[in-house]
């Protein structure tokens, strides 16, 4: 049975970081992309970033660009999703996913809560 459990979300003051991990289980990781989505109450869930097998990253939207950095560490099974200088607009629920190929993910998680406060 697969399973990624999200982890790391929390309440934060504008400008802090928080660092989310994404942990997996019941799949050859090294295998997959990993990405981050979030959703904001009454959005639809956005993309925020990916991170191939081999590492290779790409980002969504420009307003995270340089403020957050996708990653992953094969040998935990772990993908990491690190957030700097964290704004209000940042609040969601940030889900991770894991994609073998194509367009679609495969697996998701249950999400994290990330609250940022001005």
């Known amino acids: 049975q697969v399973q990624l459990v999200e982890s790391g979300g929390g309440l934060v003051q504008a400008g802090g970081s928080l660092r989310l991990a994404c942990v997996s289980s019941g799949l050859i990781f090294n295998r997959y992309s990993m990405g981050w989505f979030r959703q904001a109450p009454g959005k639809e869930r956005e993309f925020v970033a990916r991170?191939?097998?081999?590492?290779?990253?790409?980002y969504g939207s420009d307003s995270v660009k340089g403020r957050f950095t996708i990653s992953r560490d094969n040998t935990k099974s772990t993908a990491y999703l690190q957030m700097n200088s964290l704004k209000p607009e940042d609040t969601a629920v940030y889900y991770c996913?894991?994609?073998?190929?194509?367009?679609?993910?495969?697996?998701w998680g249950q999400g994290t809560q990330v609250t940022v406060s001005s």
């Open positions: 996913g894991a994609r073998l190929s194509g367009q679609n993910y495969d697996y």
């Open positions: 991170v191939s097998w081999n590492g290779i990253t790409i």
